[in-house]
C-alpha cells in the first residue's frame, strides 16, 4: 500500500526554466513532508521540507507547496541548473516515520 | 563532520547465502534506521534504532532478516538465507534525535542471482 506516490518518473527541463516535481499522499496523519536528493551512488540528502501547517516554505531555489485537503505538494525549482540533474524523493512523516514516493528523475538541458 | 559510513558498498551472491552489511552512524546519532530501496521504488524502512534499543522492526522480515547495534553506535545488518527479491540498496540513516532530519550513508547495494 503505497502511501505517497509520485506519478512522474522522470522529468527533463531546460537549463534556467522552472522544474515542478509533483506528490500525492493518502494518509491523512502525515504531519510534515521533506523532498531529498539522490546523485548516482550516493545516499538522498535533505533539499526542504515543509510542516504540516504551513502552505508554502523556500530555501533559495527551491520552493515547497502544500495543499493539505487535495494531499498534494510540489517542489519547485527556479532557475533550474544542471547541478540539479538528480533523483527526488517525496516523503512524508508520521510519528517521525518517514514514507518515500518512489522518486523522479531530473535532468536539465544545457 | 563525517558523514553515515557503510561498508561493502556492493556484494553480489547467490540465493541462500548469507550476508552482512556494517553502518557507522555520525557521531553523537543516537536514532539509527536500515532502509531497503528496490529498484524503482523509494526506501523503505526496515528498522530503526534508538541507541542499542529496537524502536521499530515491524517491516523487518525477521524470518531471515536480523539486525543489531550492541554498544549503541555502529550496526550490523544480516540477511539469511538470501533470495532474488532482497536484490536492492540497503541504506542507513541516523540522526541525533527522531525528530531531526535523517542523513543518509552511500548505500549497499546488493545483488542475488
Known amino acids: 500500500d503505497q502511501q505517497v506516490k509520485q506519478n512522474s518518473p522522470s522529468l527533463s527541463v531546460q537549463e534556467g526554466r522552472i522544474s515542478i516535481l509533483n506528490c500525492d499522499y493518502t494518509n491523512s496523519m502525515f504531519d510534515y513532508f521533506l523532498w531529498y536528493k539522490k546523485y548516482p551512488a550516493e545516499g538522498p540528502t535533505f533539499l526542504i521540507s515543509i510542516s504540516s501547517i504551513k502552505d508554502k516554505n523556500e530555501d533559495g531555489r527551491f520552493t515547497v507547496f502544500l495543499n493539505k485537503s487535495a494531499k498534494h505538494l510540489s517542489l519547485h525549482i527556479v532557475p533550474s541548473q544542471p547541478g540539479d540533474s538528480a533523483v527526488y524523493f517525496c516523503a512524508a512523516s508520521d510519528d517521525y516515520k518517514l514514507s518515500f514516493g518512489a522518486g523522479t528523475t531530473v535532468t536539465v538541458r544545457a | 563532520e563525517a558523514g553515515v559510513a557503510q561498508s561493502p558498498r556492493y556484494k553480489i551472491i547467490e540465493k541462500r547465502q548469507s550476508v552482512a552489511f556494517w553502518c557507522n552512524p555520525i557521531s553523537g546519532h543516537a536514532t539509527l534506521y536500515w532502509y531497503q530501496q528496490i529498484l524503482g521504488q523509494g526506501p523503505k524502512l526496515l528498522i530503526q534504532f534508538q541507541n542499542n534499543g529496537v524502536v521499530d522492526d515491524s517491516q523487518l522480515p525477521k524470518d531471515r532478516f536480523s539486525a543489531e547495534r550492541l554498544k549503541g553506535v555502529d550496526s550490523t545488518l544480516k540477511i539469511q538465507p538470501a533470495k532474488l527479491e532482497d536484490s536492492a540498496v540497503y541504506l542507513c540513516?541516523?540522526?541525533?534525535?527522531?525528530?531531526?532530519?535523517?542523513?543518509f550513508g552511500p548505500g549497499t547495494r546488493l545483488l542475488v542471482l
Open positions: 540513516a541516523s540522526t541525533r534525535t527522531e525528530q531531526e532530519t535523517q542523513y
